[in-house]
Nanobody
Framework: QVQLVESGGGLVQAGGSLRLSCAAS????????MGWFRQAPGKEREFVAA????????YYADSVKGRFTISRDNAVNTVYLQMNNLKPEDTAVYYC?????????????????WGQGTQVTVSS
């Protein structure tokens, strides 16, 4: 069992930055690929970024490439999402997930474990 707790969301002006964190319980964090998703009001949940077990591979949605960076620290069981040059369309609830499969961690409808989410609001 893995429990995920997101933090770091908030209100920021367009062009600003935020750093989200997702803390995971358990001793097998390094066995899981990790991902970030988001869901805006009235829209379906969408993939944002993913990182492999060791952090050697990353993958991003086109909408965030060059602005967001995913990273992880297996020593403290935490994955991060650094978000720069934020835009109003980035406003959403952001969720992290964990899965042993690199394919599944990037799939909105899969993922073994999900956090409760953290709100990010970008004002224009």
């Amino acid at each position: 069992q893995v429990q995920l707790v997101e933090s770091g969301g908030g209100l920021v002006q367009a062009g600003g930055s935020l750093r989200l964190s997702c803390a995971a319980s358990g001793r097998t964090f390094s066995s899981y690929a990790m991902g970030w998703f988001r869901q805006a009001p009235g829209k379906e949940r969408e993939f944002v970024a993913a990182i492999s077990w060791s952090g050697g591979s990353t993958y991003y949605a086109d909408s965030v490439k060059g602005r967001f960076t995913i990273s992880r620290d297996n020593a403290v069981n935490t994955v991060y999402l650094q978000m720069n040059n934020l835009k109003p369309e980035d406003t959403a609830v952001y969720y992290c997930n964990a899965d042993r499969s690199w394919t599944n961690v990037r799939d909105t409808k899969r993922g073994e474990y999900w956090g409760q989410g953290t709100q990010v609001t970008v004002s224009s």
